[in-house]
């Protein structure tokens, strides 16, 4: 795969220092590379590069460790011993928080979404490396979800009354203080592109991003303000509709500009959401979805997640097929890992057929 050298390492001028920027705890090897991607670019006529946050360390892969440097950081400085959480059962966000908190010497909670709580998912891919980990796990219903909110200050109250000092992490950790890990991304790509020589415009430069709870989002719509970044922003849903992720990240946003004080910070009249390829529900693939995972694996050995990445670059190269131009000329994938999900008996019973 190709990569520019000018897109590695630290950016210039030495390790990177955000102006207002809270405590972090280091756990993702920073800044994470920016690849080219040529054979991708070659069939889709435009020029296609990747951010690579899947290679923000082997178990923490993907987006959820640059928001858990700053919610840990916090967690850590309000003397918290045990951290609480939530999410699907093959939840990236829940595996890289079991792992984070090992790491700093946390106790762990977690409150897993399933079918059917009285028949426990298999222990494979990320529920497997959660309790590697030494995660508490449990596992509750999709209409206990809902109540997610409730569930996680029982658990609150529960570890309190046992004497423990507990800190809850919203899901994905996406929230205003982890929206600064994806702040610091776009400085880092800011330093990058400007290595490249590449022009800063929104004529020119698309970024993509899959969007699960709109914490990722709203740190690279943040970050583009701070760092006078001009570039389009993409989401491309994997649940909901474009209506809620706009209000969650507009949320966000507002928090954000509130709690940390960013005069500069506004709240944009148009936050671009693509939802026409959520396909058939969160965690459900798709032979066409699948067929695009393996073809960019094939072309360029990158390796996207059935989750939320395929489908995110699914729909990238399907409007480009439909609309050439539509995204621009150039565009930024955000690649926010998620391989262990691939990993489980369900997709690559999908998958089989198609390799």
């Excluded at 360390?57 to 918290?80: C, F, I, P, Q, T």
């Excluded at 658990?155 to 929206?179: C, D, F, K, M, Q």
């Excluded at 500069?264 to 693939?285: C, H, N």
């Excluded at 360029?300 to 939320?308: M, R």
Aim: net charge neutral.
């Amino acid at each position: 795969m190709g990569s520019d050298p000018a897109s590695q390492g630290t950016p210039p001028g030495g390790p990177l220092q955000l102006a207002g920027e809270p405590p972090r705890v280091h756990l993702a090897p920073l800044p994470t590379p920016l690849h080219h991607l040529p054979r991708l670019s070659e069939r889709l006529g435009i020029e296609v590069l990747c951010k690579r946050d899947d290679l923000t360390g082997s178990v923490l892969s993907g987006n959820k460790v640059r928001k858990l440097e700053y919610l840990l950081a916090d967690a850590r400085a309000v003397g918290a011993d045990t951290v609480v959480t939530c999410g699907g059962a093959q939840s990236n966000h829940c595996r890289a928080t079991a792992l984070a908190a090992a790491q700093l010497g946390l106790g762990c909670r977690l409150l897993l979404r399933t079918d059917d709580p009285s028949v426990p998912p298999p222990l494979e891919g990320n529920l497997l490396l959660d309790r590697v980990a030494g995660a508490d796990v449990r596992f509750i219903s999709r209409a206990d979800y809902a109540r997610r909110a409730e569930l996680l200050a029982e658990e609150v109250a529960r570890l309190s009354t046992a004497g423990r000092v507990p800190y809850v992490i919203p899901e994905g950790g996406s929230n205003a203080l982890g929206a600064w890990g994806y702040v610091r991304a776009v400085f880092e790509l800011r330093s990058q592109l400007a290595a490249m020589q590449w022009r800063e415009t929104a004529r020119d430069v698309t970024i993509v991003y899959a969007a699960g709870s709109g914490g990722t989002g709203a740190g690279l719509i943040a970050g583009a303000a701070l760092a006078d970044l001009e570039a389009r922003f993409v989401g491309f849903a994997v649940c909901d509709d474009a209506a809620y992720f706009q209000r969650e990240i507009a949320r966000i946003l507002a928090e954000l500009a509130e709690r940390f004080a960013l005069s500069r910070l506004q709240v944009p009249r148009e936050i671009e959401i693509v939802d026409e390829f959520v396909g058939v529900g969160y965690a459900k693939t798709r032979p066409e979805e699948l067929r695009t995972l393996v073809a960019v694996a094939r072309a360029e050995g990158l390796v996207l997640d059935p989750v939320y990445t395929g489908k995110a670059m699914h729909g990238l190269c399907e409007l480009q097929r439909r609309t050439p131009g539509c995204l621009g000329t150039r565009v930024i994938f955000v690649h926010t890992g998620g391989v262990f999900g691939l990993l489980t008996a369900e997709h690559a019973g999908s998958l089989a057929p198609l390799v």
